[in-house]
């Protein structure tokens, strides 16, 4: 069992920057893949970011490469998104979550109850 814990959300003007945090309690974080999504009003969940348990693999979306980082510090049991030149289309409840298995875009079994990113024009 996995607990996720996010932080980090907030207003921001467009072209900022914000850095989202992920901390998960429980047994062997480390051994997890880990995921963030988003979903914004109206819109169904999308996939945003994964990173292997060891944060040697890593991929991002289409929508926010060059823009979005993804990483982890296991010693700290957290995980990361890396925000910059927001855009008002990144305005969404940005979720975390914890896969046992390979992870990617569609393989999770943990979740946190997300954090709200509101980009201002």
């Known amino acids: 069992q996995v607990q996720l814990v996010e932080s980090g959300g907030g207003l921001v003007q467009a072209g900022g920057s914000l850095r989202l945090s992920c901390a998960a309690s429980g047994r062997s974080f480390s051994s997890y893949a880990m995921g963030w999504f988003r979903q914004a009003p109206g819109k169904e969940r999308e996939f945003v970011a994964t990173i292997s348990w060891s944060g040697g693999i890593s991929y991002v979306a289409d929508s926010v490469k060059g823009r979005f980082t993804i990483s982890r510090d296991n010693a700290k049991n957290t995980v990361y998104l890396q925000m910059s030149s927001l855009k008002p289309e990144d305005t969404a409840v940005y979720y975390c979550?914890?896969?046992?298995?390979?992870?990617?875009?569609?393989?999770?079994?943990?979740w946190g109850q997300g954090t709200q990113v509101t980009v201002s024009s």
């Open positions: 979550a914890a896969s046992a298995g390979v992870g990617g875009t569609l393989d999770y079994d943990y």
